[in-house]
């Protein structure tokens, strides 16, 4: 073996619901070159070792989003992934897991059901409605500004790969959340001149599993595989909610919280913040999320230090009212 080329093992999530009664890991040892993407790699174990290994692609580019899946835990797209880029993430020596993605259903080994994901951006109206009449489109542009383009740029970059989707923290604890694509995509929507729903669709963000559930816990934007700034888009589309006065929401109430906890003592009181954003049957509600939290030992603390130095932060609310 040259040092371009060695033998790595392939730890690959079997299951087929119609005939397996559980989950199970087949491992593939294959000699691989440097340069093969891991795309290329499970092509080979099912061309060559078991053709019964199931997983989606299509452009093999980037570009069409089909083959995300969990590539050693963290979901990636296999076509632009490459597999020696993988070896040091690996928990033993060139042993490369893959997994389907998190919070969506299993059909059979790596696809997952994607059913989900088309009915939230149907559900948030996630496409532009225009105003020009239906009998004159494409026969009259409607041009928008580069400066206006420039605000959504980034947010036209998704490729619905759903790589965010599966690693969101809210989705695993309620898969009926918006996720992080149905948000910027939803931003992106908001923000177009050209469309005329965006009350219709602003209605909807503001209700539960809407906007104001993200927990900012940032999973979406460290794995969106196109780098698009994810929580700005979220941030983008709760000031949308604010300029618009939508003040009856949690949203609001969120941040009035945050801002008085700030005012008073300098940072937050998280372990009363549930209870006063969403009431105490809301707060209730919340149980399983903060079980979680405490399992994993992140549990905000009870017992909140005024900070050294509050005066200043005093002072600046002062002087912004
Ligand atoms: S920041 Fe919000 S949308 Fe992104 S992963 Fe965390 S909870 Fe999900
Ligand atoms: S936001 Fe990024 S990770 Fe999420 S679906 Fe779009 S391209 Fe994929
Ligand atoms: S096969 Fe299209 S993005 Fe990977």
Redesign the pocket.
Known sequence: MTEEKKDIYFKIFRFNPEVDQHPFYDDFKISVEKGVTILRAINYIKDHVDSTLTYRFYCQAGIC?SC?MRVNGVSKLACTTQVWDELPNCKETDVITIEPMNNFEIIRDMVVEYTPVISKLEKYISWVTPKIKQQDLGKKEHIISEAEFKVYDAAT?????????SECSMMTSSREYIS??GL?KAYRMVKDSRDTRSNDRMKVLNEDHGMWDCTHCYR?VE????K?P?MDAIQGVRNEAFLRGMKNSEGYRHAYAFTQDIKSVGRLKESTIAVRTKGIFGAISMLPFALKMLGRNRMPKVFVHTIPGIKHVKRIFQKIK
Do not use: R
């Not at 970059?157 to 989707?165: K, M, T």
């Not at 794995?223 to 196109?226: H, L, N, Q």
């Open positions: 989003g995300s970059d998704c490729i619905l790969c759903g790589a965010c989707y992080p694509l910027l979406c794995a969106c595989v196109k698009i994810i």
